[in-house]
């Protein structure tokens, strides 16, 4: 009897933010292990998501600056600043037009996650594919909204999300069953400001 054939994931690398409270765009900030912060996390999620990968901007006018290799797509929000809600629908809304079951997203500002934490959401999701799959940060132990999957046909709820007063990708979670992966809290740690950034540089970064 053959086998069933695997869902279609795409990976979407979302580095649409605004950066305010960086003052300079994350995606372009160095890396301690070297290339960018946008070069590190592509390639991480490449690794896990082959040729199935796409990087969500606020605009395609961050393509040049952010200097994409001509073989990776670039998506862009349809509307300025609604924030990360507006990064997870484009992302659906293009996975569903071009065939895939659901979209791993993570954003470029999270220098200490691995391919294999991704890959663990990747076969974890598998299991039951048509459930929201998220990663949780252990110790303290808090959701983590923009590190997950989620199955296309989401995309109604999300683009609801979206439209709403709130936009908040939390709010609706809380209210939607899902299913988590645990991850510890220091491969979740993300960068926001020039403090943050300053410990990356003198922390030993995990390598892959």
Not at 23 to 47: D, E, I, V, W, Y
Not at 67 to 82: F, G, H, K, N, T
Request: hydrophobic share 40%; glycine share 8%; with cysteine.
């Amino acid at each position: 009897m053959p086998h069933a054939a695997l869902p279609r994931l795409l990976g979407v690398l979302l580095a649409g933010g605004l950066s305010s409270r960086m003052g300079t765009p994350k995606a372009l900030l160095p890396h301690p292990n070297g290339g960018t912060f946008l070069t590190h996390s592509l390639n991480r999620l490449q690794s896990v998501c082959a040729d199935d990968v796409v990087v969500n901007l606020a605009s395609q006018a961050d393509r040049d600056p952010f200097r994409l290799p001509a073989s990776v797509a670039s998506i862009s929000d349809s509307l300025p600043a609604l924030g990360p809600a507006m990064g997870v629908c484009v992302g659906m809304l293009h996975a569903e037009s071009n065939g895939y079951q659901g979209c791993l997203f993570t954003p470029v500002d999270l220098p200490d996650l691995l391919a294999g934490d991704l890959t663990s959401l990747i076969n974890t999701w598998r299991e039951q594919p048509t459930k929201i799959l998220l990663a949780r940060q252990t110790d303290p132990e808090r959701l983590q909204p923009l590190v997950g999957i989620y199955p296309v046909g989401y995309l109604d709820q999300i683009q609801g999300v979206v439209e709403s007063k709130h936009r908040s990708l939390y709010r609706f979670l809380q209210s939607t069953d899902h299913r988590t992966v645990d991850l510890p809290a220091s491969r979740l740690r993300n960068v926001n400001t020039p403090a943050d950034r300053d410990a990356s540089v003198d922390r030993n970064l995990p390598s892959e």
